[in-house]
């Protein structure tokens, strides 16, 4: 359902202002951003996974004819100058408030015309949280809080579902020790499963976190024992010598 509005500005480039923190904004680069737990464009803003009250893909901002629009697409709904927006559109004006979960709260503003605007090249997405979010090494593998993923200091175009994060958050504060598989799936189901389970979270993290999934580097099997997380890495291992099914 559309919300019209009295009056529409004529197209321009925008940015989000944090509602409470007037150094950090967002600069809308490309003609449709996707706000969300899971989004992955370059674009896209990135909201902590932490926060449940988010969906993955929990609204959008399109950029159209001659003015932005905000498209909800969740389940619990955001809103916008205090009001509920669940699966509708709102024209945007220049001073409106969006509000999504309990960490996003920006000011949508505008600043040229867009046909000045420099959608520039493609940058990894940032996340959207308290603080600014950074690697402290440029060397290896780190995953931060809000589960983007930085090897050798370059943020990843990807980022770690919860079950995903959960692997890595456990095996990370042992590193370079060997985790028991049933140690492993309790940290991270809570209770006990099959190891088959445990190999295909395996498999999708590497696909995710390794420049050659097929020679691990950073998520190592240690077959019939456990599994290793190696954050500085390691020589290539073959998954010919390292079973995927623990045999």
Known sequence: MDTPRESVTPTLAAILQATHQT??????????VRIGRGVTGPYDIIIQPDDLSVSREHAYLVLETNY??????????SYVNGHLFRGQRVVLKPGDRIQIGKTFDYTFKVISPTHEMDFGPAEPPQPVSGSTESPPSKVGLWVSPSAAIWRDGVMLPTMLSRTEYRLIKYL?????????????IRAVWGSLRD???LHELIYRVRRKIEPDPSSPRYL???????????????????LDAVSTDGT
């Not at 932005?68 to 709904?77: I, L």
């Not at 990370?172 to 492993?184: H, M």
């Not at 500085?232 to 291992?237: A, D, F, I, P, T």
């Open 23 to 32: 150094d950090q904004r967002i600069m809308l680069r490309a003609p449709t």
């Open 195 to 197: 190891k088959d389970s």
């Open 68 to 77: 932005w629009v905000f498209q909800d697409t969740s389940r619990n709904g």
């Open 220 to 238: 190592i099997i240690r077959p019939g024992i456990g599994v290793v997380f190696f954050p500085q890495g390691v020589e290539s291992v073959s």
């Open 172 to 184: 990370n504060r042992r590193p370079g020790d060997v985790c028991d598989y049933d140690s492993v």
